[in-house]
């Protein structure tokens, strides 16, 4: 198993958004965004399961998962391998679960299943402009205004 680092776990909890690749019965690729994950503990990640008919049926049928976590502003982020498990409704594990989507207010009405992931590799994801020798202050204030600048009368919403 691939152990959590304290800083795996902050751009967990911090970006929320995880991507989530699984490969189809016809190895197809499937990326899937997920906005549901929660730390486990230092070797397992979990995700409620809203709408992923596709994901669930890769993971039913033995795909492995990979799930990248990137903050956009510094380009940075993490990506996870492993297996990953599906708990439905209603069953032990889903209901010993359930309780830390509390947060998720009407939307834990639509979770029909919780999956659990064993991490089994965890590495870096970085840009390619630190390379070049941009730093993680010069991104943050580029990505930060690349976004403001998106938004009507420049402000986030």
């Known amino acids: 198993m691939a152990a959590l680092t304290d800083d795996m776990k902050r751009i967990i909890d911090e970006q929320r958004l995880g991507f989530v690749a699984t490969t189809s019965a016809d190895g197809t690729p ?3 965004p997920k ?3 929660v730390v486990l503990d230092d070797d397992t990640l979990a995700f409620a399961e809203i709408r992923s008919p596709n994901t669930l049926r890769n993971i039913a049928n033995g795909s492995k998962v990979e799930i990248n976590f990137v903050d956009a502003f510094v380009r940075k982020g993490y990506r996870f391998k492993g297996s990953a498990e599906i708990l439905e409704r209603g069953s032990a594990g889903f209901d010993d679960l359930i ?4 947060g998720s207010g009407d939307l834990v009405k639509a979770m029909g299943a919780i999956v659990r992931i064993r991490i089994e ?3 870096a994801l970085i840009s ?8 993680e202050d ?3 204030r580029a990505w930060t ?3 403001r600048n998106q938004q009507p009368g420049g402000e986030f919403v």
Do not use: I, K, M, V
């Open 121 to 123: 590799a965890a590495s």
């Open 128 to 135: 390619p402009a630190y390379d070049r020798g941009q730093t």
């Open 145 to 147: 205004e690349r976004f």
């Open 30 to 32: 499937n990326l899937s």
């Open 35 to 37: 906005a549901t994950f």
């Open 138 to 140: 010069e991104l943050r």
């Open 99 to 102: 309780g830390l989507f509390a």
